[in-house]
Each structure stands twice: as C-alpha cells, then as structure tokens.
C-alpha cells in the first residue's frame, strides 16, 4: 500500500494505492454504485438516488458534522455551513460503496465524485478537508487507512483555520 499527497497551487492531490501484501488475503471491496444526490439534509445525510432503486438515506462514513437547523435540536453552529458546502454535489452524478450501517440502520458510505476522466474526490475526505467535519473513526481495523488520512486532513484543516476553526467575529 502507498499513500501519497501533493500540493499545488493550495490544491492537495491525494493518491492511494492498495495492493495485497505477500501472502495477505485483500478483503472484498463493496461494489461501487453510481448514484445522484438528491437532497442533502446535514453536512454528512444525503439521499442517494441509484438508478433502478429507491432513493437511498445514507451518512458519510467516518466523519463528524454539526447537525444543520430544522433537524432534530434545532441545529449545532456551523451546521448550515456544513450543509451548503455538501450541497454543491447535489445533482451531481457519483459513485458510493457502503462500508456499515449505524444504529439506525441508515448506510454508512464512501461517496466518490469524479470531476475528470483522471481525478477521483470522496467527499468524505472533501467534508473534513474543507473544515466542514470532523474525522470521527478508529486508527485501528478494517478502514484505519481512511481514518488516517481523514484525520490529517482534520489537522490541516485546523491549522489553516478553514470552515468550523475558521476565526469568527
């Protein structure tokens, strides 16, 4: 396995490369389906619409984002924010895969956006990246890589004050 980032132009590139090791057993990937979003209630729920079935509730997996207003409680500051910013895939034709399911039964999933041929963005990394959620998973077990890179993107986003560590008046 290889993970590589790059910047550019305050664009980080993010590239993982998995291959089974010597004598390892890869797990299985869940399918990938492709999808439209067509309504998004928070800064992680989104209604999937895949075609041929019934839209789909899911929740972006691995990540934290405050509850927008009109939900239950009444909202968490930066909760709107959150939702517009996942809103600008609404529409969007994309790719999904899901990885659980929380106590709900609601899907957790990876959701993937290809703005090219050649470039892939899952907007769970997009939700933290941006400051607009928190990594909200385990350094350990089946998914530890995709916490490791969502959680540095958590500390970059801190550092560089985006989104919810954005200085506020």
């Known amino acids: 396995m290889t993970v590589g980032m790059r910047f550019s132009g305050g664009v980080v590139a993010l590239t993982l490369?998995?291959?089974a090791g010597a004598g390892a057993a890869a797990a299985p990937a869940a399918?990938?389906?492709?999808a439209t979003?067509?309504?998004?209630e928070d800064g992680r729920t989104l209604w999937l619409d895949a075609r041929g079935a019934a839209p789909?509730?899911?929740?972006?997996?691995?990540?934290?984002?405050?509850?927008?207003p009109g939900?239950?409680?009444g909202g968490e500051p930066h909760g709107a924010e959150a939702r517009?910013?996942?809103?600008?895939?609404?529409?969007?034709?994309?790719e999904f895969r899901s990885v659980a399911a929380d106590r709900d039964g609601t899907a957790l999933v990876e959701v993937l956006w290809r703005p090219t041929a050649e470039s892939v963005v899952t907007l769970n990394y997009e939700m933290?990246?941006?400051?607009?959620?928190?990594?909200?998973c385990a350094l350990s077990g089946e998914f530890a890589l995709q916490c490791r890179v969502l959680?540095?993107?958590e500390e970059v986003a801190k550092a560089e004050h985006r989104g919810l560590w954005a200085a506020r008046p």
């Not at 399918?31 to 492709?34: I, M, N, P, S, T």
């Not at 933290?128 to 909200?136: K, N, P, T």
Request: net charge positive; aromatic share 6%; glycine share 8%.
């Open 56 to 68: 789909m509730r899911a929740r972006l997996a691995w990540i934290a984002a405050p509850a927008a």
């Open 151 to 153: 959680r540095k993107a």
């Open 17 to 19: 490369v998995l291959a």
């Open 71 to 73: 939900g239950k409680g």
């Open 84 to 94: 517009q910013h996942l809103e600008v895939w609404k529409g969007q034709p994309v």
């Open 128 to 136: 933290v990246r941006s400051g607009f959620a928190r990594a909200d």
């Open 31 to 34: 399918a990938l389906r492709a």
């Open 37 to 40: 979003i067509s309504r998004v």
